[in-house]
């Protein structure tokens, strides 16, 4: 059974950081993309992040660059969100997402993504 597992979210002050944790299990998940994805509320999930099986390739929300950095380790089959930089527009529950396939042709779209966490939650205060 595939699981995500999403952690290191909290409370943080304006300019604050936080590192987001993702752990995988029940799949080999070195071998596809991952990504991250956000949703404040009363708005719809958006594209964050999201990284290319050997971390070879990066893409990043036009909100998040310079700020987030996406990486990952794939001998713990695990991917990070380095939140630097936070703004309280950075509000939201961040979901990890799996993509089967290494290089998928729309990353930055949801329909990419065929596994999600449960989310875990940012709340950055002025």
């Known amino acids: 059974q595939v699981q995500l597992v999403e952690s290191g979210g909290g409370l943080v002050q304006a300019e604050g950081s936080l590192r987001l944790s993702c752990a995988a299990s029940?799949?080999?998940?070195?071998?596809?993309?991952m990504g991250w994805f956000r949703q404040a509320p009363g708005k719809e999930r958006e594209f964050v992040a999201s990284?290319?099986?050997?971390?070879?390739?990066?893409y990043y929300a036009d909100s998040v660059k310079g700020r987030f950095t996406i990486s990952r380790d794939n001998a713990k089959n695990t991917v990070y969100l380095q939140m630097n930089s936070l703004k309280p527009g950075d509000t939201a529950v961040y979901y990890c997402?799996?993509?089967?396939?290494?290089?998928?042709?729309?990353?930055?779209?949801?329909?990419?993504?065929?596994?999600w966490g449960q989310g875990t939650q940012v709340t950055v205060s002025s």
């Open positions: 990284i290319t099986w050997s971390a070879g390739r990066t």
């Open positions: 997402a799996v993509a089967e396939a290494r290089y998928p042709p729309r990353p930055m779209e949801r329909i990419a993504y065929d596994y």
């Open positions: 029940g799949h080999t998940f070195s071998r596809y993309a």
